[in-house]
């Protein structure tokens, strides 16, 4: 079992990174529903979209002449082109999330990927544990992020991850993930298991995070050897569950995980048994994605 010092050093990470903000966030709502929250600087600038969105103290909420999915994905595509001019948003990505009431429902709009923090919207990820059984001994990759990332470059990062985009299922998300970043072909991959889900939310420089991960555990060979095919990883590290524990703990220097990871290798290691389940550490692997 993995000593208190390293928990402790985990649990303070986790508490500071995912306290919350404070800030009043407006929420963007469609049919009734909150489908993103957004704060007042981003309220403002929201409402000088007027032919686009309401901007009300309660609320913003899209004209009544868009009240279909596709009208709305078009004017926000407009709306998400002009913020990143501004330099408001992430670098482009040219791919859309479905925003919905729940994974996999009818979307009440698409808005290009750089613009979901933005707008505060609800994303989903598949990230997958790297798992290798060394005689009884369980090892797991990390791979390292390329400076070039425009969110989390240089940092630390489960073997496999990626945001499930409009149209895509979660099967298809870890298929094609796990070949664009550690080589591993579809046969492989579809061995990945699911194991449950983490739900992040905290509020960035660049707008509110709320993702919900599926989690994957995939054990692979001992000889195995990731290799990044789209150049977004530059390169992967093996460490036993103690080392990984300290790798999550850490919060400072070269050798920082993302926060989403973070919180994917916590809920592993609790699984595992390497650190105890106690109710402050499942807390946080069980928290909702709401704000």
Same mark, same amino acid.
């Given at each position: ?15 500071? *990174? ?24 981003? /309220? ?20 009544? !002449?868009?009240? +279909? @999915?596709? *009208? ?28 919905? !009431? ?6 009440? $709009?698409?808005?290009?990927?750089? *613009? ?25 990759? $990390?791979?390292?992020? !390329? ?61 509110? +995070? ?18 990044? +095919? ?8 093996? @460490? ?8 999550? /703990? ?42």
């Amino acid at each position: 079992m993995i000593e208190g010092v390293i928990v402790t050093a985990i649990r303070a990470r986790l508490t500071s *990174a995912l306290a919350p903000s404070g800030e009043r966030l407006r929420p963007l709502r469609v049919d009734g529903h909150a489908a993103g929250w957004v704060n007042a600087d981003r /309220a403002s600038r929201l409402a000088a979209f007027d032919d686009i969105f309401r901007v009300d103290d309660d609320a913003i909420r899209f004209v009544p !002449s868009l009240s +279909q @999915a596709a *009208a709305r994905t078009e004017a926000l595509d407009n709306v998400a082109r002009t913020l990143a001019a501004e330099g408001a948003l992430t670098a482009w990505r040219n791919e859309h999330y479905a925003v919905a !009431s729940e994974f996999g429902a009818p979307p009440w $709009f698409l808005l290009e990927r750089a *613009a979901a923090r933005y707008f505060g919207v609800h994303t989903y990820a598949a990230h997958v544990n790297g798992l290798v059984d060394e005689g009884g001994r369980v090892l797991m990759w $990390f791979a390292r992020r !390329s400076e070039t990332k425009s969110i989390d470059p240089g940092m630390l990062d489960n073997l496999v991850g990626g945001g499930i985009p409009a149209g895509h299922g979660i099967a298809e998300t870890v298929a094609r993930e796990s070949w664009e970043e550690a080589g591993i072909d579809a046969a492989v991959a579809s061995h990945a298991r699911r194991t449950g889900i983490v739900d992040v939310c905290r509020a960035r420089g660049d707008g509110l +995070q709320r993702e919900t991960v599926f989690i994957h555990d995939l054990t692979l060979p001992r000889d195995f050897a990731p290799a990044g +095919q789209d150049g977004e990883v530059v390169g992967h590290r093996l @460490a036993d569950l103690k080392g990984a524990a300290r790798l999550i /703990a850490n919060d400072e220097g070269a050798d920082v995980v993302t926060l989403d990871a973070s919180l994917v290798v916590l809920d592993c290691l609790m699984r595992h048994g390497a650190i105890a389940a106690d109710p402050s550490l499942r807390a946080f692997t069980t928290r909702s994605a709401a704000p």
